[in-house]
């Protein structure tokens, strides 16, 4: 029989919630994603996954106390392709590290722009998607880049993932210092830029 749902012991402010996400590592410690508390308890529950480090904080359930893991490892290997990156704003904008790719103005005020315009048969893909400033925007309009007389500063590709792609995106702030050993190069990804 399974176990109900662990609850957090109800011993004043502590609230377990998506602020105590939890570091899954693969067999060899390996950075795989990161998951919540629920789900990682299932795994060490069921044999699938060790506890590595722990929050400073207790779950209970109707039978047992837990530790709230903050890092997990999972008790064999798996395997998955390596992730890419997901196609949208936010990660074309990563990509073109928030740089209008016309003028080289890296600004908050950025759009997208179709190189080749979807009017034009444009497509929807890493090679025809730039970050543009409003103003290139306008200016490129419904033009072909020789129409607009206008130049990119760099050939637009598929970004690779980096080995923390899973986590970066996961994470949107600081993470639980007992994680930096496991991932040595850690950082939490900015939201836009700071100038
Ligand atoms: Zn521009």
Redesign the pocket.
Known sequence: MDDPEPEQQTNGHHHLNGRNPVLVLNHNYEPLNVCNIRRAIILVITGKAEILEAYDLDLMTARQRYDAPSVIRLAYMIRRPHPRVKLCRREIFIRDNYT?Q????RTHELTIDHVIPRSRGGGHSWENLVS??R??NHRKGGKTLTEARLRLRREPVEPRAGRYYSIERAISSSVDEAWLKFIPEFHVLPNGFSS
């Open positions: 209008c016309y003028c080289g103005q543009a400033c103003a290139c």
